[in-house]
DNA sequence: ATAAAAGTTCAAGTCAACTTGAAGTCAAGT
DNA sequence: ACTTGACTTCAAGTTGACTTGAACTTTTAT
């Protein structure tokens, strides 16, 4: 398939798919002149990399559940990666009960009502630090 | 409470809380000389931020959820909001599936395992684009 | 009274993830 | 043979969400 084709089929624009390429997170598997052709299994991985974005992961860390840099270090990642997902999605299913309450409460103000807060409060538990922005500089 | 007080209980560090009050998402209720104050409450706002961050709403969202710009308006707004949620969790839950499949699986490589594959496309359904990116420019 | 600690403003810098623009290369149709 | 349009590279620009730095003002401890 040709670069416009893999973009119609994934949802990315071709920038993004060079952009992928350059990175690491696709390949192309030849070239037609100048112009990249890719093997229809390209598609799987662009939707587990769309996945992944829409999880909250970052492309580095999608691209190291691709690669198994090691025997063990992977399968330890991977369902350290899933354990995240699942506080993820609690939190989320938090946040969507207080918004379908929000949205019928007549609360002046969602901070007032208590259903509200309790709502919100379920999701506070193991959680202490935004989970992306982590730079672990204790060595300075 | 003082900035420093209000950083540390909800982990956010006080550079933000300054931009975060500059861009209207929370307030501070007074200064004493020059240093901010701010009533508790404030805290559960920040809650509410950080879950909605974590759940992928830009900031600009987040602050047209607090703010009710109509009567129905912000009803409709709240819940279009919590179905995004549902969408999004059944994608997580996919993706934790795969993921701890992954784990314990033993192919080569998972895009020949027909398995993960299954599990992930589960979550393919009603997904077309990128969810944070789409900017409507119909008409130029 | 004085110096250090903690807070302030405002402009500029950073980072990830792309996107855009300019200039060039090909491949295909006429 | 030639034009057109799709594709290419590479550098630079953009956006959102913060962070950092420099210069300044209080508060607090000695």
Redesign the pocket.
């Known amino acids: 398939m040709?670069?416009?084709e893999v973009a119609k089929v994934s949802g990315f624009?071709?920038?993004?798919l060079?952009?992928y390429e350059e990175k690491g997170l696709i390949q192309s598997t030849g070239r037609?002149?100048?112009?990249?052709l890719f093997n229809s299994d390209v598609l799987e991985r662009l939707a587990l990399i769309g996945l992944g974005?829409g999880a909250g992961f970052?492309?580095?860390e999608i691209s190291e559940m691709f690669t198994p840099e090691g025997p063990e270090i992977n399968r330890a990642l991977l369902l350290a990666k899933a354990d995240e997902l699942d506080r993820k999605i609690k939190e989320l299913t938090a946040m969507r009960n207080g918004l379908r309450h929000a949205a019928v409460c007549n609360a002046p103000n969602h901070f007032e009502c208590p259903k509200f807060l309790r709502l919100l409060r379920v999701a506070g538990k193991n959680r202490f630090r935004?989970p992306s922005?982590l730079k672990e500089n204790k060595f300075k």
């Open positions: 040709d670069i416009t624009p071709a920038s993004t060079r952009f037609v002149g100048l112009r990249r974005r970052s492309l580095d935004q922005k």
